[in-house]
T-cell receptor, first 115, second 114 residues
Framework: DTEVTQTPKHLVMGMTNKKSLKCEQHMGHRAMYWYKQKAKKPPELMFVYSYEKLSINESVPSRFSPECPNSSLLNLHLHALQPEDSALYLC??????????????FGPGTRLTVL | QKEVEQNSGPLSVPEGAIASLNCTYSDRGSQSFFWYRQYSGKSPELIMSIYSNGDKEDGRFTAQLNKASQYVSLLIRDSQPSDSATYLCAVNPPRSQAGTALIFGKGTTLSVSS
C-alpha cells in the first residue's frame, strides 16, 4: 500500500459546527503533515507530527486542533471556523522526518467550504 | 529567510517540444529537492526527487541539480497536453532534531498545446 487516504473528500460546514478531517497511511512512515492550500498558491504547512509527537506548529489558530492517535492516523479537528478557512486541506507523510531525503507523499485532500 | 523561487508562468510549449522549468533556492545547506505536479483541483503528486549534483532521468522527465549555483530544473521531453499542470519545486532544508518540512516555490504553470 503506497498511498495516503483522506476523508471526507468534500466538507461544507457552518461557522458554529465542529467537524474532523481524517488521514491514514500504511507505509510505515513516521512523519505526518497537515497543509492548507488556497487556489493558485503553494501548500502552506500547518502542523508536523514526528514519531507521533507534534514537532512543528506554524502558528495556526486554535480553531484548528491536530491529533495523532497512532503512527498511521492523523486527524484535524475543526471548530468555529471562518469563511476564509475555506481551502483544500492536504495530508502528507514521509518515512523519516529527520532524514536527509524526506520524500513527502500527499493524500487527495479534503475540499472544505465554510459558510 | 529560506526561499524557493520559481517563475510563475504560464509557460506555453507546443506538443512534442521540451519544457524547461527552473527553480532557485536560498539555503545552501539544503539536502534534497523535489518536483511535484499538480493538476487543477487535485493534490500534488511527487514526480522527481534529486539529492546529488548532476542529472537524474525518469522516462520523459529529467531533473538537474547544481548545488554550487543553488539551482534545480526539470526538463520534460516530448511534452504532451496531459503534462499541462502546475509544477511545484520543493526543497528540504538542513536537518533538525524536530524534523523538517519542505519549502515550496509558488509553482510554474505549464500549458502544452496540441
Amino acid at each position: 500500500d503506497t498511498e495516503v487516504t483522506q476523508t471526507p473528500k468534500h466538507l461544507v460546514m457552518g461557522m458554529t459546527n465542529k467537524k474532523s478531517l481524517k488521514c491514514e497511511q500504511h507505509m510505515g512512515h513516521r512523519a505526518m503533515y497537515w497543509y492548507k492550500q488556497k487556489a493558485k498558491k503553494p501548500p502552506e504547512l500547518m502542523f508536523v507530527y514526528s514519531y507521533e509527537k507534534l514537532s512543528i506548529n506554524e502558528s495556526v489558530p486554535s480553531r484548528f486542533s491536530p491529533e495523532c492517535p497512532n503512527s498511521s492516523l492523523l486527524n484535524l479537528h475543526l471548530h468555529a471556523l471562518q469563511p476564509e478557512d475555506s481551502a483544500l486541506y492536504l495530508c502528507a507523510s514521509s518515512q523519516d522526518p529527520t532524514g536527509a531525503y524526506n520524500e513527502q507523499f500527499f493524500g487527495p485532500g479534503t475540499r472544505l467550504t465554510v459558510l | 529567510q529560506k526561499e524557493v523561487e520559481q517563475n510563475s508562468g504560464p509557460l506555453s510549449v507546443p506538443e512534442g517540444a521540451i519544457a524547461s522549468l527552473n527553480c532557485t533556492y536560498s539555503d545552501r545547506g539544503s539536502q534534497s529537492f523535489f518536483w511535484y505536479r499538480q493538476y487543477s483541483g487535485k493534490s500534488p503528486e511527487l514526480i522527481m526527487s534529486i539529492y546529488s549534483n548532476g542529472d537524474k532521468e525518469d522516462g520523459r522527465f529529467t531533473a538537474q541539480l547544481n548545488k554550487a549555483s543553488q539551482y534545480v530544473s526539470l526538463l520534460i521531453r516530448d511534452s504532451q497536453p496531459s503534462d499541462s499542470a502546475t509544477y511545484l519545486c520543493a526543497v528540504n532544508p538542513p536537518r533538525s532534531q524536530a524534523g523538517t518540512a519542505l519549502i515550496f516555490g509558488k509553482g510554474t504553470t505549464l500549458s502544452v498545446s496540441s
